[in-house]
C-alpha cells in the first residue's frame, strides 16, 4: 500500500472530529488505503503531549486501526497548515467534519472548512455529526 492511496482526516477533539474519523476510516478501508490522521494545534511547536494525546484519541474513537497520527502547528492559519499537511502526506482524499453554522456566522467568523474546500488539491468529503 503506498502513501499515495491514503485517506487524510483532520482530527478535532469535536463530535464532528470524532465522525470525520470514523468516515475515513470507513473510506480508507472501502479504498484499501492507509488512514493517516492529521492535527493541527493553535501554538508555535508542537510537543510530545500534543502527539500522545492525538493518538490516545484515536485510540478511543478507532480501536484496533492502524493510523498515522501528525500533529503539527498552524502558525495562525490552520486551513492552510492542514492543506500543506495533504500535500506532505500525499493524501488522495481528506475527510474533515463541520458543524452547521448560518450563512452570516460563516461570512463574519470566516470558516476552516470553506478555505480547505477551496484549497486543498484533493478530493474533501466534509461530514456533520449525527
Do not use: H, Y
Amino acid at each position: 500500500m503506498s502513501v499515495a492511496s491514503a485517506v487524510a482526516v483532520a482530527m478535532s477533539n469535536t463530535p464532528e472530529g470524532q465522525e470525520a474519523l470514523r468516515r475515513g476510516a470507513a473510506e480508507a478501508e472501502l479504498r484499501q488505503a492507509q488512514l493517516i490522521v492529521l492535527s493541527v494545534v493553535d501554538r508555535d511547536s508542537v510537543s510530545a503531549d500534543d502527539v500522545s494525546s492525538a493518538q490516545a484519541e484515536v485510540e478511543r474513537t478507532l480501536p484496533g486501526i492502524a493510523t498515522t497520527v501528525r500533529v503539527e502547528p498552524d502558525g495562525g492559519d490552520p486551513a492552510g497548515a492542514l492543506v500543506d499537511l495533504v500535500a506532505d502526506v500525499g493524501a488522495g482524499m481528506v475527510v474533515i467534519g463541520s458543524k452547521r453554522r448560518s450563512a452570516v456566522g460563516k461570512f463574519l467568523m470566516g470558516s476552516t472548512v470553506q478555505r480547505v474546500l477551496l484549497d486543498c488539491p484533493v478530493p474533501v468529503l466534509v461530514v456533520k455529526a449525527p
